[in-house]
C-alpha cells in the first residue's frame, strides 16, 4: 500500500465509563474525530486482556488505542491501572518483535471528555499515519485477511 | 512452585527458525502459576512469533496448545496428535517438562521456551522468590523455617557472616540477611538455643553429587 493513500486502521478500545460515553458525546457535540477507528465497547479497560493487543496487531489493525477513566476515576477502582502495566508490557514486547511499540497506546478520558477523547483519537491516527501501514500486513496478510 | 520466566522473542525466534511448523506447548500446573506458560503466555509467544517471524519474512506456522502438566506421561499423551501434526515443540513447560517431551516424542525437536529459575513462592503480586534449593536434606528444622542453604547468600550453617549491615544483605543490600531473620524467628518461637549446637558441615552428597538424583519407593512400583 503506497503511503500518500494509506488509511490507518485503528481499533479503540473504549471504556463504558468513560471513553464510550466521552465518544458519545463528541457525537452529540458534532465535534469531527477521523473515521478510521473501530471502536469496541468494553465494560472497563482492566477487563482487556494483553493477547487482545497482539490480537489485534496480528490481525492487521495499524494501531491499537486503549481508552479507559482517568486515573483515580474507574468505575472498578484500579481497572485502568491494570491495563496501563498490560499495555506498556506488550509494548515492551512489541519492541522485542520489531514493531514500533507506538502503535499501541492508552489514553485516560473521563465521560465529560468529549472534545480531549476527539484530540486523541486525531493524534493516534496521525501517529500511526506516519508510521504508515502495520509492517506485518506488508509481509504477507496474515490469515483473516487473505480470507477477504 | 517451580518459578520460571520467558526468554526474548528475538532468542526463541533464533532457536526455531529452521521449523515450518510449530506447536508452542505450554503447561497448566507451576508455570502457569507464575505467569510464565500457560494458556495466556502461550498465546502472547505465539502471536509474537508469528508477527516476529512475518516481518523477518519467515514462513512460520505456529500452534497453541496447553495441556494440564507437562512432567506427567498421561497428561502428555493429549499433545499427541498437535505434536504429530508440527515440526517442532517449543515447550513453555519447566526443565523437567520439556525433558519429559523429549523422551516422550523421539522423533521430535522439542526446545525450551523458558528459564527455568527455582523452586520458590508469589512473595507479592508480580514478585517471586527462591525459597528452596532442593539441597536433597532439608535443615528447616534447625533454622526456624528459613533456609539459610538458599537464602543466605554465603550459605551459612553456623551464624550470620558478620557482613550484614542492620538487617540487609552485604551481597546485596537490598536483601535482608537471612541470618537475622533466622535469629528472630527463632526467637519468637523461644528455640534460641538451637543456635548454640555447632552444626557439622552439610552434606551434599544429597545434592547435585554423582549426576541426576532420583528416588524410588518399592512400595508404590509395579
Not at chain 1, 106 to 117: C, D, E, F, K, T
Amino acid at each position: 500500500m503506497k503511503q500518500e493513500n494509506f488509511e490507518p486502521k485503528i481499533l479503540a478500545f473504549c471504556c463504558h465509563y468513560c471513553a464510550y460515553s466521552s465518544a458519545d458525546l463528541a457525537g452529540s457535540m458534532r465535534i469531527q474525530y477521523p473515521p478510521n477507528v473501530r471502536i469496541i465497547r468494553t465494560p472497563c479497560t482492566g477487563r482487556l486482556e494483553t493477547e487482545y493487543f497482539m490480537k489485534a496487531l496480528e490481525n492487521g489493525a495499524d494501531g491499537v488505542l486503549i481508552a479507559g477513566c482517568l486515573e483515580g476515576g474507574c468505575h472498578f477502582v484500579e481497572g485502568n491501572l491494570y491495563a496501563k502495566r498490560r499495555v506498556n508490557y506488550i509494548r515492551q514486547m512489541l519492541e522485542e518483535i520489531g514493531i514500533e511499540k507506538e502503535r499501541l497506546r492508552m489514553i485516560n478520558v473521563s465521560a465529560a471528555m468529549g472534545r480531549p477523547l476527539a484530540e486523541n483519537i486525531t493524534d493516534m491516527v496521525e501517529t500511526v499515519r506516519k508510521l504508515g501501514p502495520n509492517p506485518i500486513k506488508q509481509n504477507g496478510a496474515s490469515k483473516q485477511e487473505s480470507r477477504k | 512452585m517451580i518459578v520460571a520466566q520467558r526468554k526474548n522473542i528475538p532468542d526463541l525466534l533464533a532457536i526455531v527458525k529452521s521449523h515450518k511448523k510449530l506447536l508452542v506447548l505450554g503447561c497448566g500446573t507451576c508455570v502457569t502459576v507464575c505467569l510464565a506458560g500457560g494458556v495466556r503466555e502461550v498465546s502472547i509467544i505465539a502471536s509474537s512469533l508469528r508477527m516476529a517471524a512475518k516481518l523477518k519474512g519467515l514462513p512460520l506456522e505456529v500452534e497453541e496448545l496447553t495441556i494440564e502438566r507437562q512432567c506427567d506421561n498421561v497428561f502428555l499423551e493429549q499433545a499427541a496428535d498437535a505434536i504429530k501434526r508440527n515440526d517442532a515443540v517449543l515447550s513453555l513447560g519447566c526443565g523437567a517438562g520439556v525433558q519429559a517431551l523429549a523422551e516422550r516424542y523421539a522423533d521430535k525437536p522439542v526446545y525450551a521456551g523458558l528459564d527455568t529459575t527455582f523452586i520458590g513462592i508469589l512473595e507479592e503480586r508480580g514478585v517471586w522468590t527462591e525459597k528452596c534449593a532442593a539441597c536433597g536434606a532439608c535443615v528447616l528444622h534447625e533454622y526456624g523455617g528459613i533456609c539459610p542453604v538458599t537464602r543466605c547468600a554465603k550459605h551459612m550453617l553456623n551464624g550470620p557472616c558478620s557482613g550484614s549491615r542492620e538487617d540487609r544483605c552485604e551481597v546485596n543490600p537490598e536483601r535482608q540477611c537471612a541470618w537475622q531473620l533466622i535469629y528472630k524467628r527463632l526467637k519468637d518461637i523461644g528455640q534460641l538455643d538451637r543456635l548454640k549446637k555447632i552444626k557439622p558441615p552439610k552434606n551434599w552428597n544429597k545434592s547435585q553429587s554423582g549426576g541426576y538424583r532420583s528416588i524410588i519407593r518399592e512400595d508404590h512400583r509395579v
